[in-house]
């Protein structure tokens, strides 16, 4: 009997990029747009983030973390974001201060990592296809991705949408702590040794003004790099949504998008 075919990788859209950047709009507009599924890749490192805090596990202790990665049952769902470790859904305590604090430290353990990637890994070869937003999608967890897009903004632009996003919820935010904090993030996520935030090799800018002409229509504007690093400062959420599906329909199969 001859043996089984070895399953097809994944499809998969890497979206990488720091805080504000609108990486996270922009994956899941465009996994709705696509109707793929979209992985949340914060969400699962913030579950475990609000584990460690429930069981006094401190964000330096590296041993714990690993240990208590591995232990637990932690559930993702690609369909609506929703996450559960051990039966016990944590979806409206992810996005605390005090997780926005702690998470980049759990983040930045080798060994919660290499945890952390087996289940995206996992999530995207079940789902066959996904989009998948995060800090090191297209470098260490999907290297073989069909497209990576590293979403960047100047630091302002990226305080003000963070803030403006905030004080929706919460207008007396103040908005020099939220610039000390994303600069902290900043600083912790591109200095860490393992899977440090970078673009992915070999990733080529393209141009705000080549994008806007692809959101208008123009195929004039796009690229043929599949690796990208798109500055969306002057972007309206519009536009670089508009862009990159765009591209998508462009770089991947014609059966793939739906």
Excluded at 180 to 201: F, N, T, V
Excluded at 247 to 254: G, N, Q, T
Aim: hydrophobic share 45%.
């Amino acid at each position: 009997m001859p043996p089984s075919p070895a399953p097809a990788a994944p499809l998969v859209v890497a979206l990488d990029g720091p805080a504000g950047s609108g990486k996270s709009t922009l994956a899941r507009d465009l996994a709705r747009e696509l109707r793929w599924p979209f992985l949340d890749t914060g969400a699962m490192y913030r579950a475990l983030t609000v584990v460690a805090l429930d069981r006094g596990v401190g964000a330096d202790d590296a041993a714990g973390l690993a240990r208590l990665a591995q232990r637990i049952d932690l559930r993702y769902d690609p369909a609506t974001g929703r996450v559960w470790v051990d039966g016990v859904e944590l979806t409206g305590r992810i996005r605390t201060p005090e997780v926005n604090a702690a998470v980049s430290r759990v983040a930045e353990i080798r060994a919660v990592r290499a945890v952390m990637r087996g289940h995206q890994q996992r999530c995207a070869a079940q789902a066959g296809r996904m989009v998948a937003e995060g800090r090191d999608m297209g470098t260490a967890v999907f290297p073989d991705a069909a497209l990576k897009v590293y979403v960047d903004a100047s630091p302002e632009e990226r305080v003000r949408r963070r803030v403006e996003e905030m004080r929706s919820k919460d207008p007396s935010v103040d908005a020099a702590a939220v610039a000390e904090s994303i600069e902290s993030r900043d600083e912790q996520d591109a200095g860490r040794e393992e899977d440090p935030l970078r673009p992915a090799p070999g990733s080529v800018p393209w141009p705000p003004a080549d994008a806007q002409r692809v959101a208008r229509g123009d195929p004039g504007g796009l690229p043929a790099a599949r690796a990208l690093i798109l500055d969306t400062t002057t972007l309206a959420p519009g536009e670089v949504l508009a862009a990159v599906l765009a591209l998508v329909r462009s770089a991947l199969p014609p059966a793939a998008p739906r």
